[in-house]
């Protein structure tokens, strides 16, 4: 009877603390924000905050199908302001990727930090996504053959 008391206030103890860090956690998340901007004819889409939403890292390729249906089969994809990139987030730029590439085009990556670099290179997505240092090389890159 002792130890059924001591386990279920053990258990109340584990539980508690871990919705303290489920709380803490989902508090730092930051929301995801799209921006699209033309940069002459190649269109870039800065992306902000957290790609840990299946809904909001929809958007991206949403945004993408979008560009295609105008006609913009080249696009690059700023990610200087992603914080972090869960795998929701990289289907949803892999989905891209395969849009632009069945429609003609190609998708480049830029600006990507150090935690997102190292996504894509333990993914080895690095081997069909290329990744500039800059927003202008990654657009100088579609006119290089």
């Known amino acids: 009877m002792v130890y059924m008391v001591l386990l279920s206030r053990l258990i109340v103890m584990v539980f508690s603390k871990c919705t303290y860090y489920i709380r803490a956690v989902k508090k730092d998340i930051k929301s995801m924000k799209v921006r699209t901007q033309l940069h002459g004819d ?7 905050g957290d790609m840990m939403n299946d809904a909001r890292s929809g958007e991206i390729h949403t945004r993408i199908k979008d560009l295609i249906k105008n006609n913009h089969n ?3 994809i700023d990610l200087g302001k992603v914080a972090w990139l869960a795998s929701v987030g990289l289907g949803a ?3 891209s990727y395969t849009s632009l590439k069945n429609a003609g085009g190609d998708l480049k990556l830029a600006r990507s930090t150090r935690k997102i670099r190292s996504v894509l290179i ?3 997505l690095t081997k069909i996504l290329k990744d500039y240092d800059t927003v202008d090389e990654a657009i100088v890159s579609f006119t290089i053959v």
Do not use: D, G
């Open 42 to 48: 190649i269109p870039v889409l800065t992306v902000s």
């Open 74 to 76: 080249k696009v690059v």
């Open 93 to 95: 730029i892999l989905a």
């Open 122 to 124: 333990f993914t080895q």
